[in-house]
């Protein structure tokens, strides 16, 4: 496991893994992580899957439920964007996550919600309904340890080929390392 001295992972999203690992550790069930954008048609289902696939390739896939979610509910119940779709193939990822909103119920149930940018950390901390639950939301790119200067995933509905790369790359990364950091934590 790589140690990460840098501004990133930051403190605060280091904490609440910690306290997700904790929660699932005490109930003995996988750590429980939701991915939250707007449309859940882009980011969010590619960083369930990216970290989905990064268990699986360690074969760790038992030790995390992973689900995603939007706020806005004009997807719901379609697939990813068919251009985040080809992206992610091409990376030999399948992204078939069906869209859904974030529902009242998942902050009782999730251990950790990760959100994309601003807007969606702030979604989040309105719908959140204790503080308690609050302190489970987390930014992605606060793993992003090789995109120093990336303060979100932005999100590339509007953007070309090269919007969805960009959300690929920094996804690996925040994946990776927050994968690291929960196998840290899990293994102590």
């Known amino acids: 496991m790589k140690e990460y001295t840098e501004s990133k992972p930051s403190v605060q999203a280091v904490e609440a893994l910690k306290k997700a690992v904790a929660a699932s550790r005490e109930e003995k069930r996988p750590v429980r992580i939701l991915f939250v954008c707007l449309g859940n048609i882009c980011r969010s289902p590619a960083a369930e899957g990216m970290l989905r696939q990064m268990a699986s390739d360690r074969g760790i896939e038992d030790r995390f439920e992973l689900d995603s979610a939007g706020f806005y509910g004009g997807h719901a119940g379609d697939l ?8 992610a193939f091409a990376r030999g990822l399948r992204l ?3 869209s859904r909103t974030v529902r009242p119920t998942d902050f009782g ?7 994309m940018d601003d807007r969606n950390i702030s979604d989040l901390r309105r719908a959140a309904p204790t503080l308690e639950e609050e302190e489970k939301i ?18 590339p509905y509007y953007e070309g080929a090269a919007g969805f790369e960009l959300v690929l790359n920094l996804l690996e990364d925040a994946c990776g390392v927050m994968l690291d950091k929960a196998l840290q934590l899990l293994d102590e």
């Open 80 to 87: 990813p964007d068919m251009r985040m779709r080809q992206a």
């Open 109 to 115: 149930y999730f251990d950790l919600f990760v959100g």
């Open 138 to 155: 987390v930014r992605m790119s606060d793993f992003a340890v090789n995109h120093p200067d990336s303060d979100c995933v932005p999100d």
């Open 96 to 98: 078939d996550h069906r």
